[in-house]
């Protein structure tokens, strides 16, 4: 074998392999392969990547690996599996089961070797022919060669299931020698054909030589020494991205405390920078997410240095003085730096306590759901190309019946694979569609959302920014995005993974599906605030019977959830169909003293509490409720409840106007006053716009002073 090394060494250093490119909006992208892409990770693996990283391109990544195929055995289904796709890219994996495993055994008889010589030659034919088929059958693809994965040949496995038997139980020695061979001629084949080619039999093989060195038993196979597990994907994976010269930049962002401005706002956008109390706060908009890898490639990170090529999410902060200092994104503790380390740059990529972490493992755990369903139709395509060169497969009825009367084994791999092709060829097409369409949807999960963070002493309590007065009029709601506010929903925090809140067509559309609000990023005092809306339809699993729900909480503080995990402590302007214009103390705590909330009315008597200017005087403290001048004494809260004037038909757009003006507010709706308040306590805040529940539009949100 010593030729064969010294024909492998030499591929390996004459293939200056062109450097790869990065996929682009609207590519798609076909891996084309053997088992260890039909049931493999490493695409999904790819998809995570390029989902977080630019979480708006629409890039298809498809699955067309078949389990037992070959470079020969793939030519009938370029078709269908590559083909059909309309690839911009088609990235190839074939050699496992090209090699001729049977002929590797420790002491190999004369045929065995001809044998391994005849599938060397086999594969050198082959390979070209599939890559020139594809090139004919997919005009202008860019073709990417991976080369094979190492077969491990000299593992002594401890995980061998009882009972099994077969090939997967033999270890074929010297096989792995054989793979090399092809892994330089597909390096070499790259070259010449000055197409983008992967190297993965050379890293995986060194990386399992350094843990072997320590342990006989370490695999990074399953125990057929055949095919990666999850690490081995993973390295993989990053193989490929790093081919392709993948950005590393998740966001890079400096943030100068003394001067209170960002100096560096790489691939994110920084907002509302505010120094106080010997620490900064500011809001951080990043255009991607941290990259997303499965627990079991933790230990290879920092040996293939991926948070550095692959996933740098940087936060620097200058300016502050010597000392401790704990970082909160979105009100959470997620690490304590001291100021000069914070002047270096903290990495955050990995760091499992950020809120855009649990984001990102959101979106690995849904596309995980996703690859599996794939795998799952690429094993109805592998028993159709299995049993297609012999029986009518096209046709499903004549097929099955073929089945039934000719194959004994109906336990063999493929044959189990026969009644789900059955039942999913008529509409293969449809449910391929229905993937895509999920894979997108699924897009949304990655999408960035504005973090707020804070970097503070040690021990210090968390100031929040001075209220701000509206210097003129402002478009609180642009009419695109949500802009000025963020999300926080019960339970999930600051992510919308079921698109509670979705802006479309100018309207933003609030389903009510959870319990939830959107809430601006500033403070304010002393203005106007207008709000158009409407209510829609019952969320879909709302419990349908009380009257439709929604409402304006004003001079919002604390913390996000702060009542029942849903809401800050603030005052309501109730919106609900039949008793628009209520004011509810939205806090939970009514014995405490002193109250966080208090408000001064009028009402007529203290058991309808209807607001009558020259009534009752009444003060609500921690929970209390003053009903609007329209209120019904028999309303109902229920489903089906009438619309009480000035509430427009159910439908129809509604103006509601809330006036803070000091320590007073005024609640308007369509033109009429509804409920004055005075005395609030406190006077400004955050607002925010609830999800109770009902379908609920909103065309405009305007903010304007007040004197």
């Given at each position: 074998m010593d030729t064969k090394k010294a024909f492998l060494a030499a591929a390996l250093s004459a293939a200056a392999i062109a450097p790869g490119e990065v996929f682009r909006d609207g590519d798609v992208v076909v891996f084309f392969g053997d088992s260890i892409t039909h049931g493999g990770y490493y695409h999904e693996y790819i998809t995570d990547y390029y989902r977080t990283r630019f979480p708006e391109a629409r890039i298809r990544f498809v699955n067309s690996g078949i389990g037992g195929d070959t470079a020969s055995g793939a030519m009938p289904r370029v078709g269908v599996d590559v083909a059909e796709y309309s690839p911009t890219h088609?990235?190839?994996?074939?050699?496992?089961?090209?090699?001729?495993?049977?002929?590797?055994?420790?002491?190999?008889?004369?045929?065995?070797?001809?044998?391994?010589?005849?599938?060397?030659?086999?594969?050198?034919?082959?390979?070209?022919?599939?890559?020139?088929?594809?090139?004919?059958?997919?005009?202008?693809?860019?073709?990417?060669y991976m080369t094979p994965t190492p077969y491990d040949d000299t593992a002594v496995p401890t995980n061998i299931p009882k009972g099994a038997k077969g090939w997967a139980t033999v270890n074929q020695k010297g096989c792995n020698t054989g793979l090399s061979l092809m892994a330089g001629y597909v390096l070499a084949s790259a070259k010449k054909d000055g197409a983008a080619a992967v190297d993965w039999f050379t890293p995986l093989n060194d990386f399992l030589m350094r843990r072997r060195a320590n342990d006989p038993h370490y695999m990074i196979t399953r125990w057929d020494r055949v095919h990666p597990g999850p690490l081995g994907h993973s390295i993989m994976a990053w193989r490929f991205l790093l081919s392709q010269g993948a950005p590393a930049v998740v966001s890079d962002v400096c943030v100068d405390a003394a001067a209170g401005r960002a100096v560096k706002s790489g691939n994110a956008e920084v907002s509302a920078v505010s120094a106080a109390g010997g620490g900064v706060s500011f809001t951080v908009l990043a255009k991607s997410l941290p990259f997303p890898v499965p627990p079991e490639a933790g230990e290879a990170l920092a040996e293939f240095k991926v948070e550095e090529r692959l996933n740098r999410e940087t936060l620097a902060v200058r300016g502050l003085a010597d000392g401790s200092y704990v970082l909160r994104i979105d009100g959470e503790e997620v690490g304590t730096w001291s100021a000069a380390e914070l002047a270096r740059g903290v990495g955050l990529g990995f760091n499992a306590k950020t809120p855009q972490?649990?984001?990102?493992?959101?979106?690995?755990?849904?596309?995980?759901?996703?690859?599996?369903?794939?795998?799952?139709?690429?094993?109805?395509?592998?028993?159709?190309?299995?049993?297609?060169?012999?029986?009518?497969v096209d046709d499903v009825d004549a097929f099955a019946k073929w089945f039934e009367k000719n194959v004994k084994d109906k336990n063999m791999i493929f044959a189990r694979n026969v009644p789900g092709y059955i039942a999913y060829w008529p509409t293969y097409k449809e449910t391929r569609a229905k993937l895509w369409a999920d894979q997108?949807?699924?897009?949304?999960?990655?999408?960035?959302?504005?973090?707020?963070?804070?970097?503070?002493?040690?021990?210090?309590?968390?100031?929040?920014?001075?209220?701000?007065?509206?210097?003129?009029?402002?478009?609180?709601?642009?009419?695109?995005?949500?802009?000025?506010?963020?999300?926080?929903?019960?339970?999930?925090?600051?992510?919308?993974?079921?698109?509670?809140?979705?802006?479309?067509?100018?309207?933003?559309?609030?389903?009510?599906?959870?319990?939830?609000?959107?809430?601006?990023?500033?403070?304010?005092?002393?203005?106007?605030?207008?709000?158009?809306?409407?209510?829609?339809?019952?969320?879909?699993?709302?419990?349908?019977?009380?009257?439709?729900?929604?409402?304006?909480?004003?001079?919002?503080?604390?913390?996000?959830?702060?009542?029942?995990?849903?809401?800050?402590?603030?005052?309501?302007?109730?919106?609900?169909?039949?008793?628009?214009?209520?004011?509810?103390?939205?806090?939970?705590?009514?014995?405490?003293?002193?109250?966080?909330?208090?408000?001064d009315s009028e009402v007529d008597d203290m058991k309808t509490r209807r607001w009558t200017p020259g009534g009752q005087k009444v003060t609500l403290l921690n929970g209390g409720r003053v009903n609007s001048c329209v209120d019904r004494p028999e309303w109902r809260n229920v489903l089906d409840e009438k619309i009480t004037p000035p509430e427009r038909p159910y439908g129809e757009w509604n103006t509601a106007v809330l006036e803070c003006r000091g320590d007073t507010s005024a609640h308007i709706l369509n033109g009429k006053p509804l409920a004055r308040f005075t005395g609030l306590s406190p006077a400004d805040g955050r607002i925010q716009i609830q999800s109770e529940g009902y379908g609920f539009d909103v065309r405009r949100i305007t903010i304007e002073p007040i004197d």
């Open positions: 088609v990235a190839f994996h074939f050699g496992m089961n090209d090699v001729g495993r049977g002929n590797y055994v420790a002491a190999p008889s004369a045929r065995q070797l001809e044998g391994a010589e005849a599938a060397q030659e086999r594969y050198r034919r082959n390979l070209p022919e599939l890559v020139d088929m594809v090139k004919k059958a997919a005009p202008g693809a860019k073709m990417i972490y649990r984001q990102a493992q959101a979106f690995f755990r849904r596309n995980a759901e996703l690859a599996a369903f794939e795998r799952t139709l690429r094993g109805h395509h592998a028993a159709r190309w299995f049993y297609g060169k012999k029986a009518p997108e949807a699924a897009r949304a999960l990655a999408k960035p959302v504005p973090r707020r963070y804070e970097v503070v002493p040690v021990g210090a309590v968390v100031a929040e920014p001075a209220a701000e007065k509206p210097a003129g009029r402002i478009e609180l709601f642009n009419g695109r995005d949500l802009s000025n506010w963020y999300v926080y929903i019960k339970g999930r925090g600051r992510e919308d993974p079921r698109g509670v809140f979705t802006v479309k067509d100018g309207v933003l559309h609030i389903s009510g599906a959870e319990l939830g609000c959107i809430t601006t990023e500033k403070l304010w005092r002393d203005y106007r605030l207008t709000v158009e809306y409407r209510f829609t339809q019952g969320a879909p699993d709302a419990p349908g019977k009380n009257a439709p729900d929604s409402g304006i909480l004003y001079h919002s503080h604390g913390a996000d959830g702060s009542w029942h995990g849903i809401w800050m402590k603030s005052f309501e302007y109730n919106v609900i169909v039949g008793k628009t214009g209520d004011m509810i103390v939205v806090v939970s705590d009514k014995g405490k003293t002193p109250p966080d909330y208090r408000v």
